[in-house]
Nanobody
Framework: QMQLVESGGGLVQAGGSLRLSCAASGRTFSTYAMGWFRQAPGKEREFVAG????????SYADSAKGRFTVSRDNAKNTAYLQMNSLKPEDTAVYYC??????????????WGQGTQVTVSS
């Protein structure tokens, strides 16, 4: 088993920034690729960004490219999602997940409980 805990969400004005963290425990985090997803009210969960176990490769949804950056610190068993130039449409619950770095949610094995991000206009 692996436990994932997200933090860093909150309320921010449009154009602002937030950095989300995902702290892992229970298994060797450094051997797993991981990703970030989000789910807005009334919408399906969608892929945001992913990163390989080493951090050598990353992937982003079109909506995140150029604004969001995914990274990880395996020594700290923690992954990050730096979000800049936030827009109201970025408002959602953000989840980290472990098991893949690609877009399909079914490839991920462990999920965090989520952290709320609200962007005001």
């Amino acid at each position: 088993q692996m436990q994932l805990v997200e933090s860093g969400g909150g309320l921010v004005q449009a154009g602002g920034s937030l950095r989300l963290s995902c702290a892992a425990s229970g298994r060797t985090f450094s051997t797993y690729a991981m990703g970030w997803f989000r789910q807005a009210p009334g919408k399906e969960r969608e892929f945001v960004a992913g990163i390989t176990w080493s951090g050598a490769s990353t992937s982003y949804a079109d909506s995140a490219k150029g604004r969001f950056t995914v990274s990880r610190d395996n020594a700290k068993n923690t992954a990050y999602l730096q979000m800049n130039s936030l827009k109201p449409e970025d408002t959602a619950v953000y989840y980290c997940a472990v098991g893949s770095w690609r877009t399909h949610a079914g490839e991920y094995r462990y999920w965090g409980q989520g952290t709320q991000v609200t962007v005001s206009s």
